[in-house]
C-alpha cells in the first residue's frame, strides 16, 4: 500500500504521460514493480489509471485526490513526529534491523528526507543512551537492553491520552500478548503477599513486563548490567518472592522465559512502588531498621531545612513513616536508573505551586546530600505527599472576634453565645455580651457585632442581626457577615503587601525579551540594581530553572531554591504578545526576590497568582494593564 501511494502522489503531480521508466527512477522502484502496482490499483478502482505507449495518465483528479487522501489518513505517517515513531517502532518492536530503501518506500519520502529524519533522531536518542547507525543500508538501534525498554515506554506514553496509561493503546503497541491476562496474574500475586499498587503504577508494572516479553521474540535478552547477586541484598525476601510467583505464572500462560536479572528488574520495581498493608505496624523508633539509618537522617534535615525556611512542620509519625519509605524508594530508583512517571505532574505544578515548589527545595536538598538529580515526575510525588499533609493541617482559623448584643436575661444570652459559639466553632469567637447598643462604645478589640435587637444608629462596626432562637436564615445571615468581615481583613492585609513588594521601577509591560534567559537577565539586574538583590542572584535564578521550570501555566515565577534577597520584592514584566519559557508560552513574569524574614508571605503570593491566572477573565484584565498604578489597583481588586 505505501508504494501504491508513493505512486498515485507521483501521477497526481503529472498532467501529462509518463512512462514507467520515469517513474521508476524518479520512485526508486524496478520498472516491472512500477507495471505490477499500477495493476494492483486498476484492479481496485477500475479505470483510474489509463495506459498507453505514452505511458501513464490520471484524468480524473479529484478521485485521485480523495483516494489519495483516504490511503494517507488511513495508513501512511504523516507528519515529521509521525515518522520518527514509526521507525523507532520498526527498529524496537518488530525488526532488528531494517532497508533503508524500504523504510523510505514505506513513509513516502525521499531517500534524503529519510537520512535527514533518521539524523535527527540520533540527537534525542542521545537522551536515552541510544544510537542510530545504518551498516549495509539497514538501520539500527544500538544500546543497552534497559534503554530501549524506556525509550518504547516514552513512545507508549505520548501515544496515550491525559499521560494516563490505557491497556488498549498498550496492547496495540504489544499485539503478541495478552496485556489484560498479565494484569491479572500481577494483582493476585500481589495480593496474596498483603502488597498493593495503585492502578498507574500496576499498568506500568503489566507494561514493563510485556515489553520484555516483546523484546524476547526479537531474540533479545536481559543484559545483566545489575549483577542479580548485588542486587538481592536490595531487594527483601517477600518481594523476591511476589516477583519469582509472577514470572512463573507469566512463563506457564505464555511459553516465554525470562531470565533471573529480569526477574530481580521486576522485583526492583515492585519494591519501589509497591506498598504493604503492614505499614502502620511500624514503630517510628525502629523506622532505621526499615529504611536505613542514612534516610531517617536526610528525612530529619528535609524537615528541619524545610521548617527554617518555610516555617513549615513536616514532623508527624504517620507522615514521617509513609515520606522515609517513600524517600528510600526514591533513592533506589535513582541508583538503578528506574523512571517513574507521575500522570498528574503538570496538574500539581499548576495548580499547587507553592506546594510544587516547597518539593523542588527537597530535591534540591536530596541533590546535595544524595547526589542525585529528580526529574520533575519524581518531585510531584514529593509534592503529592506533602500536599497532603498541608492540606491536613491548613486550619482555617480566621478567627472572627465578635461582641452579643441581648437585652434578654443573662441565661438566654449564654445559651446564644454558646449555640452560635458551637456552629462557627473554627470562625467566631464571642469575646463578650452585652444588653444594650449603648454598651459597645466601651469596646475596641472586636470585629462585628450580632444583635437579638435592631439598632437605632449604625455602630461603625459591621453587624448582623438574628433571632434569639437562632432560625436556618440567621445561621446563613451570620455566616456571611463573618466572610465579608474575613474578606476585608485579608484585602486590606494583602493590598499593604502588594503596595510593598510591588515597585514602580521594578514594573515591566512589553518588553522586547528574547527569551526566558534575556527575560531572567534583565528583570534580575534591575532588582540588583535597586538594592534589593546581590550579584549572586541572577546565577541562583537560574540554578532553580535548572532543577524544574518556574513556568506555571500562562506566567513564571523565577526565584532562586533559598531566600536570600536583601529586601523582600517582585519585579513583574507583562507580555500580552506570550514569550517562550521552556515547553510553556508566558504572558506574565512575577520574579520573587524572597527576604527570609517574609517566608509567611511566600505563600500567599503563590496562591494569590495561582487563584489569578486560574480565571481567564482576570488574567485577561491583567494583560490589558498598561502603568504601574493600573497594575496595582487591578491586583487590589481581585483580592476576596
Same mark, same amino acid.
Given at each position: 500500500?505505501?508504494?501504491?501511494?508513493?505512486?498515485?502522489?507521483?501521477?497526481?503531480?503529472?498532467?501529462?504521460?509518463?512512462?514507467?521508466?520515469?517513474?521508476?527512477?524518479?520512485?526508486?522502484?524496478?520498472?516491472?514493480?512500477?507495471?505490477?502496482?499500477?495493476?494492483?490499483?486498476?484492479?481496485?478502482?477500475?479505470?483510474?489509471?489509463?495506459?498507453?505507449?505514452?505511458?501513464?495518465?490520471?484524468?480524473?483528479?479529484?478521485?485521485?485526490?480523495?483516494?489519495?487522501?483516504?490511503?494517507?489518513?488511513?495508513?501512511?505517517?504523516?507528519?515529521?513526529?509521525?515518522?520518527?515513531?514509526?521507525?523507532?517502532?520498526?527498529?524496537?518492536?518488530?525488526?532488528?534491523?531494517?532497508?533503508?530503501?524500504?523504510?523510505?518506500?514505506?513513509?513516502?519520502?525521499?531517500?534524503?528526507?529519510?537520512?535527514?529524519?533518521?539524523?535527527?533522531?540520533?540527537?534525542?536518542?542521545?537522551?536515552?543512551?541510544?544510537?542510530?547507525?545504518?551498516?549495509?543500508?539497514?538501520?539500527?538501534?544500538?544500546?543497552?537492553?534497559?534503554?530501549?525498554?524506556?525509550?518504547?515506554?516514552?513512545?507508549?506514553?505520548?501515544?496515550?491520552?491525559?499521560?494516563?496509561?490505557?491497556?488498549?493503546?498498550?496492547?496495540?503497541?504489544?499485539?503478541?500478548?495478552?496485556?489484560?491476562?498479565?494484569?491479572?496474574?500481577?494483582?493476585?500475586?500481589?495480593?496474596?503477599?498483603?502488597?498493593?499498587?495503585?492502578?498507574?503504577?500496576?499498568?506500568?508494572?503489566?507494561?514493563?513486563?510485556?515489553?520484555?516479553?516483546?523484546?524476547?521474540?526479537?531474540?533479545?535478552?536481559?543484559?545483566?548490567?545489575?549483577?542479580?547477586?548485588?542486587?538481592?541484598?536490595?531487594?527483601?525476601?517477600?518481594?523476591?518472592?511476589?516477583?519469582?510467583?509472577?514470572?512463573?505464572?507469566?512463563?506457564?500462560?505464555?511459553?516465554?522465559?525470562?531470565?533471573?536479572?529480569?526477574?530481580?528488574?521486576?522485583?526492583?520495581?515492585?519494591?519501589?512502588?509497591?506498598?504493604?498493608?503492614?505499614?502502620?505496624?511500624?514503630?517510628?523508633?525502629?523506622?532505621?531498621?526499615?529504611?536505613?539509618?542514612?534516610?531517617?537522617?536526610?528525612?530529619?534535615?528535609?524537615?528541619?531545612?524545610?521548617?527554617?525556611?518555610?516555617?513549615?512542620?513536616?514532623?508527624?509519625?504517620?507522615?514521617?513513616?509513609?515520606?522515609? @519509605?517513600?524517600?528510600?524508594?526514591?533513592? /533506589?530508583?535513582?541508583?538503578? #536508573?528506574?523512571? +517513574?512517571? %507521575? =500522570? !498528574?505532574? *503538570?496538574?500539581?505544578?499548576?495548580?499547587?505551586?507553592?506546594?510544587?515548589?516547597?518539593?523542588?527545595?527537597?530535591?534540591?536538598?536530596?541533590?546535595?546530600?544524595?547526589?542525585?538529580?529528580?526529574?520533575?515526575?519524581?518531585?510531584?510525588?514529593?509534592?503529592?505527599?506533602?500536599?497532603? @499533609?498541608?492540606?491536613?493541617?491548613?486550619? /482555617?482559623?480566621?478567627?472572627? #472576634?465578635?461582641? +452579643?448584643? %441581648? =437585652? !434578654?436575661? *443573662?441565661?438566654?444570652?449564654?445559651?446564644?453565645?454558646?449555640?452560635?459559639?458551637?456552629?462557627?466553632?473554627?470562625?467566631?469567637?464571642?469575646?463578650?455580651?452585652?444588653?444594650?447598643?449603648?454598651?459597645?462604645?466601651?469596646?475596641?478589640?472586636?470585629?462585628?457585632?450580632?444583635?437579638?435587637?435592631?439598632?437605632?444608629?449604625?455602630?461603625?462596626?459591621?453587624?448582623?442581626?438574628?433571632?434569639?432562637?437562632?432560625?436556618?436564615?440567621?445561621?446563613?445571615?451570620?455566616?456571611?457577615?463573618?466572610?465579608?468581615?474575613?474578606?476585608?481583613?485579608?484585602?486590606?492585609?494583602?493590598?499593604?503587601?502588594?503596595?510593598?513588594?510591588?515597585?514602580?521601577?521594578?514594573?515591566?509591560?512589553?518588553?522586547?525579551?528574547?527569551?526566558?534567559?534575556?527575560?531572567?537577565?534583565?528583570?534580575?539586574?534591575?532588582?540588583?540594581?535597586?538594592?534589593?538583590?546581590?550579584?549572586?542572584?541572577?546565577?541562583?535564578?537560574?540554578?532553580?530553572?535548572?532543577?524544574?521550570?518556574?513556568?506555571?501555566?500562562?506566567?513564571?515565577?523565577?526565584?532562586?531554591?533559598?531566600?536570600?534577597?536583601?529586601?523582600?520584592?517582585?519585579?513583574?514584566?507583562?507580555?500580552?504578545?506570550?514569550?517562550?519559557?521552556?515547553?510553556?508560552?508566558?504572558?506574565?513574569?512575577?520574579?520573587?526576590?524572597?527576604?527570609?524574614?517574609?517566608?509567611?508571605?511566600?505563600?500567599?503570593?503563590?496562591?494569590?497568582?495561582?487563584?489569578?491566572?486560574?480565571?481567564?477573565?482576570?488574567?485577561?484584565?491583567?494583560?490589558?494593564?498598561?502603568?504601574?498604578?493600573?497594575?496595582?489597583?487591578?491586583?487590589?481588586?481581585?483580592?476576596?
Amino acid at each position: 500500500m505505501d508504494k501504491e501511494l508513493a505512486i498515485l502522489k507521483f501521477l497526481s503531480s503529472q498532467e501529462s504521460w509518463v512512462t514507467s521508466f520515469s517513474m521508476s527512477v524518479f520512485l526508486d522502484i524496478s520498472v516491472r514493480t512500477i507495471k505490477s502496482y499500477i495493476s494492483n490499483i486498476n484492479s481496485k478502482y477500475p479505470g483510474l489509471i489509463e495506459s498507453s505507449r505514452k505511458g501513464y495518465i490520471v484524468r480524473d483528479k479529484k478521485r485521485l485526490e480523495q483516494l489519495i487522501n483516504f490511503i494517507k489518513t488511513s495508513h501512511s505517517p504523516q507528519t515529521v513526529e509521525d515518522r520518527k515513531k514509526y521507525i523507532l517502532r520498526k527498529l524496537l518492536l518488530e525488526t532488528n534491523s531494517y532497508d533503508l530503501d524500504a523504510l523510505a518506500n514505506e513513509l513516502l519520502v525521499s531517500p534524503l528526507t529519510l537520512a535527514n529524519e533518521l539524523s535527527s533522531l540520533k540527537r534525542e536518542l542521545a537522551d536515552f543512551e541510544l544510537k542510530i547507525k545504518t551498516k549495509n543500508n539497514k538501520a539500527f538501534i544500538d544500546g543497552h537492553e534497559a534503554n530501549k525498554k524506556k525509550l518504547i515506554s516514552k513512545l507508549i506514553y505520548e501515544d496515550t491520552k491525559d499521560s494516563f496509561l490505557s491497556i488498549k493503546i498498550m496492547q496495540n503497541y504489544l499485539p503478541h500478548f495478552d496485556l489484560t491476562k498479565i494484569k491479572q496474574i500481577v494483582s493476585e500475586a500481589l495480593r496474596k503477599h498483603q502488597y498493593f499498587m495503585d492502578e498507574f503504577s500496576l499498568l506500568n508494572l503489566v507494561l514493563h513486563i510485556a515489553i520484555t516479553m516483546e523484546r524476547k521474540l526479537m531474540q533479545e535478552t536481559c543484559e545483566d548490567e545489575t549483577s542479580p547477586e548485588s542486587g538481592k541484598s536490595m531487594v527483601n525476601s517477600h518481594i523476591q518472592e511476589i516477583a519469582v510467583s509472577i514470572v512463573e505464572q507469566v512463563e506457564k500462560e505464555f511459553r516465554v522465559k525470562f531470565v533471573e536479572c529480569e526477574t530481580y528488574d521486576f522485583a526492583l520495581y515492585i519494591m519501589t512502588r509497591a506498598i504493604s498493608s503492614t505499614i502502620n505496624d511500624i514503630n517510628i523508633d525502629q523506622l532505621g531498621d526499615f529504611v536505613g539509618e542514612n534516610i531517617v537522617r536526610l528525612v530529619s534535615l528535609i524537615q528541619t531545612r524545610v521548617k527554617e525556611t518555610y516555617n513549615i512542620t513536616l514532623i508527624r509519625k504517620d507522615f514521617t513513616i509513609r515520606f522515609a @519509605l517513600h524517600i528510600k524508594n526514591l533513592l /533506589i530508583r535513582l541508583k538503578n #536508573r528506574i523512571s +517513574l512517571r %507521575n =500522570p !498528574q505532574m *503538570l496538574e500539581i505544578k499548576n495548580s499547587y505551586p507553592f506546594i510544587y515548589d516547597v518539593s523542588v527545595f527537597i530535591a534540591n536538598i536530596i541533590t546535595q546530600e544524595e547526589g542525585y538529580e529528580l526529574t520533575e515526575d519524581e518531585i510531584s510525588y514529593i509534592a503529592l505527599h506533602l500536599g497532603v @499533609l498541608i492540606e491536613e493541617k491548613k486550619v /482555617i482559623k480566621h478567627e472572627v #472576634r465578635a461582641i +452579643l448584643v %441581648n =437585652p !434578654q436575661y *443573662l441565661y438566654k444570652s449564654e445559651d446564644i453565645a454558646v449555640k452560635l459559639s458551637s456552629i462557627f466553632s473554627n470562625n467566631l469567637l464571642i469575646t463578650e455580651i452585652v444588653s444594650g447598643q449603648h454598651e459597645l462604645e466601651t469596646y475596641y478589640d472586636y470585629d462585628m457585632i450580632i444583635t437579638t435587637i435592631p439598632f437605632e444608629i449604625h455602630p461603625g462596626k459591621p453587624y448582623v442581626q438574628i433571632s434569639p432562637y437562632i432560625a436556618n436564615k440567621d445561621i446563613l445571615n451570620v455566616s456571611k457577615k463573618i466572610e465579608e468581615v474575613l474578606s476585608d481583613r485579608i484585602k486590606t492585609k494583602m493590598k499593604l503587601k502588594l503596595e510593598m513588594m510591588f515597585k514602580r521601577e521594578l514594573f515591566f509591560v512589553g518588553a522586547d525579551f528574547k527569551d526566558q534567559n534575556d527575560a531572567i537577565n534583565v528583570m534580575a539586574d534591575a532588582l540588583e540594581k535597586q538594592g534589593i538583590v546581590d550579584g549572586s542572584f541572577k546565577q541562583k535564578l537560574f540554578e532553580r530553572e535548572r532543577i524544574s521550570s518556574s513556568a506555571y501555566m500562562n506566567i513564571a515565577m523565577p526565584h532562586p531554591l533559598e531566600m536570600c534577597a536583601i529586601n523582600s520584592a517582585i519585579a513583574v514584566s507583562i507580555h500580552p504578545d506570550a514569550i517562550q519559557w521552556n515547553d510553556n508560552k508566558v504572558n506574565i513574569i512575577f520574579m520573587l526576590a524572597i527576604n527570609i524574614r517574609d517566608r509567611l508571605f511566600l505563600k500567599d503570593i503563590f496562591d494569590f497568582i495561582t487563584e489569578v491566572i486560574s480565571e481567564e477573565s482576570k488574567l485577561k484584565t491583567l494583560l490589558e494593564v498598561k502603568t504601574y498604578d493600573q497594575f496595582i489597583e487591578t491586583l487590589i481588586s481581585f483580592v476576596k
